[in-house]
């Protein structure tokens, strides 16, 4: 089991022997990582290395020969291209690396949300049918429309038999009570 790494204490001396090494920030690291790994991925990087190249090699093949430091075989040119190549490989891939962490946190951020929308869009569904349900329990403006046709048609009957009876006993208190006369026949 690894031991914890301890925090330096100002008050007593380094042990001896022992080397310590600077602490570098993985994620400072990482964005530096990305940075370089942006930057070489743009033109602006292919055209400033091609600038670079051709003045090497014109450098080496135009100039007096006393000034040509990498002769025609450009050993050293070769050499540079290596380690800027050696280093840009990884650069890259941790580059890629971080980005595959943010995809995979962004995509379990898309499922979750995903399945949050679904389960509200089933809560919704749910309710819908529930409010579909009781609104057909409900009478609907037809149906009160046609009640209150309804309704109203019989309160005018009433009314009509109210008045109908009203008068007959108002005729009835001025007229013998002989027999029915033949206008109230035509009434009713």
Not at 135 to 161: C, I, N, P
Request: aromatic content about 8%; glycine content about 4%.
């Amino acid at each position: 089991m690894a031991e914890p790494r301890r925090t330096a204490r100002l008050d007593q001396p380094r042990e001896p022997g022992r080397l310590t090494l600077p602490r570098i920030s993985p994620e400072a690291f990482g964005q530096w990582a990305e940075a370089i790994a942006r930057f070489m991925g743009t033109a602006r990087f292919l055209v400033y290395m091609t600038v670079f190249v051709v003045s090497w090699i014109g450098w080496n093949t135009l100039a007096p020969a006393d000034l040509r430091f990498d002769p025609y075989t450009f050993t050293f040119l070769t050499l540079l291209l290596s380690v800027q190549a050696s280093y840009a490989a990884p650069l890259i891939l941790l580059a890629q690396n971080r980005q595959a962490d943010r995809d995979r946190v962004s995509l379990e951020e898309d499922r979750r949300r995903a399945a949050m929308q679904k389960a509200d869009t089933e809560y919704l569904a749910r309710e819908i049918a529930s409010l579909r349900v009781a609104v057909g329990e409900v009478a609907t403006r037809d149906f009160l429309r046609s009640e209150l046709g309804r309704l109203a048609e019989e309160l005018d009957e009433q009314a009509h038999r109210r008045h109908r009876l009203e008068r007959r006993s108002a005729e009835g208190l001025q007229a013998p009570a002989e027999g029915p006369q033949p206008a109230d026949v035509d009434r009713q």
